[in-house]
C-alpha cells in the first residue's frame, strides 16, 4: 500500500462529498493513520458525524481556529501527544464572506477581503508552522499540500476568492523554498469545480460547474472526489519525494484549453483541416 503507516493530519472533512473526505478515505485505504481536524463549534461536530464513514477510526479529532495563534499551538501540542512525527498535512481550508463573492468585487471592503487571505491563504503558512516540528522528524521526509483553484484567470462570480487563491499558490512556492532543506515538500492540487457543501456555497457556483465537462478534453464529474484522492495520495506517498512547490491540474485538462473542445462528431477530418 502507498501509505503504509504514513501518518497525516487532515482538515476541512465536512460532508461526505467533500474533497478533504475524499482524500481521508483513500488515504486510510492506501494504509494511513489520518488526525481530523476543523474549525471549533459547528463544524467539529459534523466532522466527528462524518468521521464515522470513513473506513477506520481516525486516531483522533482535533479543533482549531486558523486564524488564532495559540489554538494552531494547542493543534500541534495535541497531535505531539499522539505522534512523535506527521509525514503529510492537508490543508482544505477556505472561506469569503457573503459580500466578497457573486459579482460584488468592486464593492467588497478590505474587512471582508482581509478575511478571506487569512483564512484561505496565510492559514497554509501559519497551520504548516504549527506543525514544522512534527514534519521536520517525518522519516522519509515529509508533504504539505493544500486545495487550490485555478487562479491564472478570472471566473464568474469567483471575485476576491481569485485573488486569495492566487496567494495560495505563492505561499506554496515559497513554503517549498523554505522548508525543502527540511525535508518537507509543499504543493497544491488544482481541482475542478466538485459539488459539495463549500462548492454550492458560492453564489452561481452552477455557472462554473454545468458546462466544465464539455470543455475538459478528459470530460469532468462534479461529484467524483476520487481523482482529486488520487492524486493527493500520490503527493503524500514517497512516489512524490522530488515534486515541491508545484501546482498539479486536476480538473481534466480544463486549464489547458483555449476554447471548448470539439466533440468527435463534429471535428473536422483530415481532409477538412
Given at each position: 500500500m502507498?501509505?503504509?503507516g504514513?501518518r497525516l493530519?487532515?482538515s476541512?472533512?465536512?460532508t461526505e462529498d467533500?474533497?478533504a473526505?475524499g482524500?481521508?478515505?483513500?488515504?486510510?485505504?492506501?494504509?494511513?493513520?489520518?488526525?481530523?481536524?476543523?474549525?471549533?463549534?459547528?463544524p467539529?461536530?459534523?466532522?466527528?458525524?462524518?468521521?464515522?464513514?470513513?473506513?477506520?477510526?481516525?486516531?483522533?479529532?482535533?479543533?482549531?481556529?486558523?486564524t488564532r495563534p495559540?489554538?494552531?499551538e494547542?493543534?500541534?501540542?495535541?497531535?505531539?501527544?499522539?505522534?512523535?512525527?506527521?509525514?503529510?498535512?492537508?490543508?482544505?481550508?477556505?472561506?469569503?464572506?457573503?459580500?466578497a463573492?457573486?459579482?460584488?468585487f468592486?464593492?467588497?471592503?478590505?474587512?471582508s477581503?482581509?478575511t478571506?487571505?487569512?483564512v484561505?491563504?496565510?492559514?497554509?503558512?501559519?497551520?504548516?508552522?504549527?506543525?514544522?516540528?512534527?514534519?521536520?522528524?517525518?522519516p522519509?521526509?515529509?508533504?504539505v499540500?493544500?486545495?487550490?483553484?485555478d487562479a491564472?484567470?478570472?471566473?464568474?462570480?469567483?471575485?476576491w476568492?481569485?485573488p486569495?487563491?492566487a496567494a495560495?499558490e505563492?505561499?506554496?512556492?515559497?513554503?517549498?523554498r523554505?522548508?525543502?532543506?527540511?525535508?518537507i515538500?509543499?504543493?497544491?492540487?488544482?481541482?475542478?469545480?466538485?459539488?459539495?457543501?463549500?462548492?454550492?456555497?458560492?453564489?452561481?457556483?452552477?455557472?462554473?460547474?454545468?458546462?466544465?465537462?464539455?470543455?475538459?478534453?478528459?470530460?469532468?464529474d462534479?461529484?467524483?472526489?476520487?481523482?482529486?484522492?488520487?492524486?493527493?495520495?500520490?503527493?503524500?506517498?514517497?512516489?512524490?519525494?522530488?515534486?515541491?512547490?508545484?501546482i498539479l491540474?486536476?480538473?481534466?485538462?480544463?486549464?489547458a484549453?483555449?476554447?471548448?473542445?470539439?466533440?468527435?462528431?463534429?471535428?473536422?477530418?483530415?481532409?477538412?483541416?
Amino acid at each position: 500500500m502507498l501509505l503504509d503507516g504514513k501518518r497525516l493530519v487532515i482538515s476541512g472533512v465536512l460532508t461526505e462529498d467533500s474533497i478533504a473526505f475524499g482524500i481521508a478515505r483513500q488515504a486510510m485505504e492506501h494504509g494511513a493513520d489520518v488526525i481530523l481536524t476543523n474549525a471549533p463549534g459547528r463544524p467539529s461536530s459534523i466532522m466527528g458525524r462524518i468521521a464515522k464513514r470513513l473506513p477506520k477510526e481516525p486516531v483522533a479529532l482535533l479543533s482549531a481556529d486558523v486564524t488564532r495563534p495559540e489554538e494552531l499551538e494547542q493543534l500541534a501540542v495535541d497531535t505531539a501527544a499522539v505522534w512523535d512525527h506527521v509525514d503529510g498535512m492537508l490543508h482544505a481550508i477556505a472561506y469569503a464572506p457573503a459580500d466578497a463573492l457573486g459579482g460584488n468585487f468592486l464593492n467588497t471592503p478590505w474587512e471582508s477581503v482581509s478575511t478571506a487571505m487569512h483564512v484561505s491563504a496565510y492559514s497554509l503558512k501559519a497551520m504548516t508552522v504549527a506543525l514544522r516540528p512534527l514534519l521536520e522528524k517525518a522519516p522519509a521526509g515529509a508533504s504539505v499540500m493544500s486545495l487550490d483553484f485555478d487562479a491564472q484567470v478570472a471566473w464568474p462570480v469567483y471575485d476576491w476568492m481569485g485573488p486569495t487563491k492566487a496567494a495560495l499558490e505563492a505561499v506554496t512556492r515559497y513554503l517549498a523554498r523554505d522548508l525543502g532543506p527540511l525535508g518537507i515538500r509543499v504543493n497544491t492540487i488544482s481541482a475542478g469545480p466538485i459539488r459539495s457543501m463549500a462548492g454550492k456555497s458560492i453564489p452561481g457556483f452552477e455557472v462554473l460547474a454545468d458546462n466544465w465537462h464539455q470543455r475538459a478534453p478528459l470530460g469532468w464529474d462534479v461529484r467524483d472526489t476520487d481523482v482529486v484522492a488520487g492524486t493527493a495520495t500520490y503527493l503524500f506517498s514517497d512516489l512524490s519525494r522530488g515534486v515541491t512547490g508545484s501546482i498539479l491540474h486536476v480538473d481534466g485538462g480544463y486549464h489547458a484549453m483555449g476554447a471548448p473542445t470539439l466533440a468527435p462528431a463534429l471535428a473536422p477530418t483530415p481532409a477538412q483541416a
